[in-house]
């Protein structure tokens, strides 16, 4: 079936984000279509939102509207659980971590040209030399990039 164009933007749109084909993105396009005016605009308000507010503590990089994240803020930073990227964080707090964290934006690749300097190894290193910290706690994928990082 050959959508209107502004229905093959929007599908394709939703079909650019990890994990949705192209049924679950015309599902989603048929969900904004159907739904009113408002929600649409609510929708739309809160990705801008989203992008307007969020950027990377400059702590531990990962996820903040603010200077500082939350989890800087109130927990102690003596143990501190790396990670690759701040969505990682979510997984490791279901677990029940309490401690803090450090988020290297990616994970070593030479493959891909990602090498020491481009992720935040210096930023870590730096606050381990810092003191205070007693333990580091390595949670990167078990994949092949994961475990050169961890190395």
Do not use: W
Not at 42 to 70: N, P, Q, Y
Not at 86 to 104: M, N, Q, S, T, W
Not at 123 to 128: F, P, Q, S
């Amino acid at each position: 079936m050959k959508h209107p164009e502004s229905i093959a933007r929007l599908i394709h749109k939703f079909s650019l984000l990890p994990g949705v084909g192209q049924k679950t993105a015309a599902r989603y396009a048929y969900f904004i279509i159907e739904g009113s005016r408002d929600k649409a605009a609510d929708f739309a308000s809160a990705i801008l939102e989203v992008k307007d507010k969020v950027r990377l503590c400059s702590v531990c990089f990962c996820f903040s509207e603010g200077e500082t994240c939350g989890i800087c803020a109130a927990r102690d930073a003596s143990v501190i659980c790396v990670v690759a990227y701040p969505k990682d964080i979510a997984v490791i707090e279901k677990a029940g971590f309490r401690g803090a964290y450090h988020c290297l934006g990616g994970t070593l690749s030479p493959l891909d040209g990602r090498g020491p300097e481009e992720i935040r190894l210096k930023e870590l290193l730096k606050r381990v030399n810092a003191g205070g910290v007693t333990e580091v706690i390595m949670a990167t994928n078990p994949d092949v990039e994961g475990e050169a990082t961890a190395l």
